[in-house]
């Protein structure tokens, strides 16, 4: 969990606006591996945008963006390959609808990754045993809990062994007693060493595992620190704030 | 003689004419699905210029009765030295009729899985086109079932009118009936009733594909996410 | 092109044929199809059951059959001109369609308004009337923009029984000119296209001006 030099998200200068709205406003940002970075900010604030913009699913007005060391804002860059090494886990969890957990999680393996069907079989069920889903294979998505649903598509983005995982308010669509399940899994990964970018208002997840909280407002980066500084002594009265709304929530 | 009788005769020729109904419907339906699909992928995905090409197209296909679409092949093209047979006209005219109306339907069941499926496919590294045919293209034929059972019911009845081209279908039959045997009126009851047989027949049989087809909890009316 | 000197008069002639077919049909089938519609939302159950097998068969039956039929039937009863038997045959096949239409917007407004209606001493009919009607219509225009597209073009069926509408009007004309016969079909095609663009638009923006403010 000791974060290294290495650095492997590099975020520069980022500028969105959707329409008049200006929804990024410059922001920059470096994960090094290893590091758990959560994001926390009032709604709106383009925390969720800045993860799209990472993998491209939102292209930037302006900045740039490294994995690694590819430069994903460069228009020759093969977004599709790096992809392969990022790994996404969407609020309202996407799982392809028509398809077993099981295959939810080999589409990815054996139509990108190229890998031979036994091969790629086996390193699916590995990949769902991780996530505490060993008898649910052969469960459509219409057939599991939220909590179960969110857990395959973590499993899915692990298949293809990415170097960063980014995760969009994971456990917002969640009833409450199902978000525990997600976030024991998510606390695993940590401690596993994935270096990790969360967008969450899990303010009990964020001070187990975060190396590093930011805080946004408005399109802007305001304040980022280690969990304790920034939990328990912040520098700025805006965060004093936030925080002290969304700790009476959880 | 009686309509018993009269049944004998009628209910054999009826049965050819039956035939030939349904290998119209099948090829015009075939025809239309093979524009459909495409037309729908690109009216949804393609770009600007294409879109606006499959929408030109539907408008146009769908604001014109099928009759005279029918004679501007056959009775039409002519003019510019192109003849097509009674049955190849009717391909055209239908299949291109039936492809605007499948178009649609395709982008109806395209457009209502949720965006976050192209998303999260992309996410995981996959392109564009796969993402289209291993994702996308899976779910939006289970949404269409109900529509394109509709469809199949459409171009059976919609076969009738080729009996102003002169091909042999059900319609066809009914009208030498009824100019030899001097009533119309019971000849038409009596293929009003063969057609309501086989759409009776065709909707149960649909039931039933849509029944196996089906995905648990994968309802047309819930948005999964 | 002189085509069009020639072309054109003879299918004004028929325009106005088509249209009136269509008026007829749509108009007939409107106030029919609502009394069907209303009978089998709030009418006795055998009533319904009965109305929903008519619809049933009379919507699963090929267009130009049952304009077929209903014309035989019409010409063994009263003796109708192939204009009113072709419009009215029309009419009696709409007015199914319509019961449909009709029936769903019904359908989709809030059982609780007819509670209400109710609760504060309004008979049946004048909730009906006052009530579930004006708030059905809303929801009615885009379905019914559909079905009055299907009998503009459907009034080109009547042709078989001889009606002079813009499509016979057509076949005339090829008949004299027989080397343009594209020409005629083609304007025919244009005229259709034209009549459906603009109902579809003209319903359209209805719609948009008589929209209950969300």
Known sequence: ?250 | MDYFEYLTIAIPKLLDGLVISFQVTLVSLGIGLLIGVPAAFARVYGPKWLKRFVIAFIEVLRGTPVLVQLFLVYYGLPQFGVTFSAYTSAYIALGLNSGAYQTEYFRGAIQAISSGQMQAARSIGMTRLQAIRLVILPQAIRLVIPAWSNEVVSMIKISSILYLVAVPEMMTVARELYARYFNPFQTYITVGIFYLIIIGIIAFLLGLVEKRMKIPGMELSERNA | MEIFTTLIPYLLRGLNITLSVTAIALGFGLVFGTLLAIMRVYGNPALSRVITLYVGVIRSLPHILLLLIIYFLIARIVNLSPFWAGSLSLAIISSAYQSEIVRGAILSVPNGQMIAARSIGMTRRQAIIHVVIPQAIRHMIPPWSNEAAIVIKDSSLVYILGVPEILRQAQYYSGRNPTKPFNAYLAVAVIYFVLTFLTNRGLDALEKRIRIPA
């Open chain 1, 1 to 250: 969990m000791v974060p290294n030099d290495n650095i492997i998200l590099k975020i520069e200068d980022l500028h969105k606006s959707y329409g008049k709205e200006e929804v990024l406003k410059g922001v920059s940002l470096e994960v090094t591996e290893g590091e758990v970075v959560i994001l926390v900010g009032p709604s709106g604030t383009g925390k969720s945008t800045l993860l799209r913009c990472i993998n491209q699913l939102t292209t930037p007005d302006a900045g740039r963006v490294w994995v690694r060391d590819v430069e994903l804002t460069d228009p020759q860059a093969d977004i599709d390959l790096a992809r392969q090494h990022i790994g996404m886990v969407f609020q309202g969890f996407n799982l392809f609808n028509h398809l077993t957990a099981l295959d939810n999680v080999l589409l990815g393996l054996v139509h990108v990754l190229k890998m031979e069907k036994d091969a790629a079989q086996e390193k699916a069920m590995m990949e769902l045993d991780r996530v505490g889903l060993e008898d649910k294979y052969m469960n459509y998505p219409g057939q599991l809990s939220g909590g179960q649903k969110q857990r395959v598509a973590i499993a899915r983005s692990l298949a293809m062994e990415p170097v960063v995982m980014l995760f969009d308010e994971p456990t917002s669509a969640l009833d409450p007693e199902l978000i525990g399940e997600v976030l024991v899994v998510m606390k695993d990964l940590a401690l596993e060493g994935m270096t990790m970018l969360c967008v969450t208002h899990e303010i009990g997840f964020a001070r187990d595992v975060s190396t590093r909280i930011v805080f946004m407002e408005h399109g802007d980066i305001v304040e980022q620190g280690p969990p304790n500084k920034i939990l328990n002594n912040p520098s700025l009265e805006r965060t004093r704030q936030f925080l002290g709304k969304i700790s009476d929530l959880h």
